[in-house]
């Protein structure tokens, strides 16, 4: 697939020639979070960003699952990798029959949802669209560059799906808040970035660094940074006495999953900071879009990870031979902690999610192109 030009949409009378992309920091660039081109799916390595800025070369949709397994991208770049890969897969299975193929797609897409288990339904959410839109094309001859723009045009859904929450949030913050984020919520990073910045509206940041993989203190701040907002990293320790000093006016975070009871499952430390907000009387806004199909947590299965990667950093263990490690990727933050959900329908109240089903009419990683 080419290197994406500027894309042209109709807005009225006049043509619109910005990318969705346009004006977001480096790593929210279609190019830079999974592209394929050529029987290969790049992925940049967000093990290293920012210390260095390389590339993972995936040449089969195995090399893609692996990539998401081992947090070769984070955060919702698996969601585009996925679907990257399922393009890969069409191009391996590009000498087979039809039928063929259509088996080959499917087993692939299993493999690819399953690579982290938290994400498994979003992931099948990706997988069935994709599936879905292959067999809508009579003509499978260019399938894996078909699938590609199909993935660049839901990527644009779902950028302009978290703008809309960004719409909502951005109100929710007094001017000269001091927000204080958790983890790397990728998009709607991006989109409260750019919609703050087009307002004028004046914020400042707070990123705990996000152990083991530093995402608050190595993605979050970047993007913030890179998009002209001011932001300090505090380690994850730090976040009491932030609050106690009057530091903090606000949280959010994004969510891996927003269950229908309102409970939140986020990368793990989350819970601890939303105690810490409702014990010093400030609110939590959790953004993203609901899993009207999860009821609650006990749906969800929380992935443990290699014990090794909270011992170590960036492969090099810094502790001595025989201490243990232990590191659930995720926890569980209830409703009671949540002083609202934002979604691209609106703020809703975490004990009133059966509202926002009811009036959601589309899915949301997924689009028909």
Request: net charge negative; aromatic share 10%; proline share 4%.
């Amino acid at each position: 697939m080419k290197r994406r030009p500027k894309q042209g949409t109709k807005k009225g009378d006049k043509k619109d020639m910005t990318r969705f992309d346009e004006g977001l920091a480096f790593m929210l660039q279609a190019e830079n979070v999974a592209w394929y081109e050529k029987g290969e799916v790049r992925i940049l390595d967000r093990r290293i960003y920012p210390i260095r800025i390389d590339f993972v070369s995936c040449k089969t949709h195995l090399e893609v699952r692996d990539a998401i397994r081992n947090m070769v991208t984070q955060s919702a770049g698996p969601y585009t990798a996925c679907s990257m890969g399922m393009a890969l897969a069409a191009y391996e299975s590009r000498d087979k029959s039809r039928e063929e193929r259509e088996a080959y797609l499917k087993e692939a897409g299993q493999v690819l949802a399953h690579a982290r288990p938290t994400t498994v339904p979003r992931m099948q959410q990706i997988v069935e669209g994709c599936l879905a839109y292959a067999h809508s094309l009579e003509d499978w001859s260019q399938l894996d560059e078909d699938l590609a723009r199909y993935t660049l045009a839901s990527m644009e859904n779902r950028y302009n799906k978290i703008d809309q929450v960004a719409s909502y949030l951005l109100p929710l913050f007094s001017e000269g808040d001091r927000v204080l984020t958790q983890c790397f919520g990728e998009t709607i990073v991006g989109m409260m970035c750019r919609r703050a910045k087009e307002e004028g509206k004046a914020l400042e940041f707070v990123c705990p660094e996000t152990r083991p993989f530093l995402q608050g203190a190595r993605f979050t701040a970047s993007v913030i940074h890179e998009m002209g907002f001011p932001v300090t990293v505090i380690t994850d320790n730090m976040v009491a006495e932030k609050m106690a000093k009057g530091d903090i006016d606000v949280f959010t975070s994004a969510a891996d999953s927003i269950n229908l009871d309102g409970s939140v499952i986020n990368k793990v430390g989350t819970l601890q900071i939303a105690i810490l907000a409702k014990h010093f009387g400030l609110p939590y806004f959790v953004t993203g879009i609901p899993d009207i199909y999860t009821k609650d947590s006990s749906q969800v299965e929380i992935e443990m990870r290699n014990p090794f990667e909270s011992i170590s950093f960036l492969g090099q263990g810094h502790t001595l031979e025989g201490v243990q490690g232990y590191y659930p990727a995720f926890d569980i933050t209830p409703a009671n902690l949540v002083s609202g959900v934002v979604t691209d329908l609106g703020c809703f109240s975490p004990y009133d999610l059966d509202q926002y089903a009811k009036k959601m009419s589309d899915g949301f990683y997924h689009f028909a192109v």
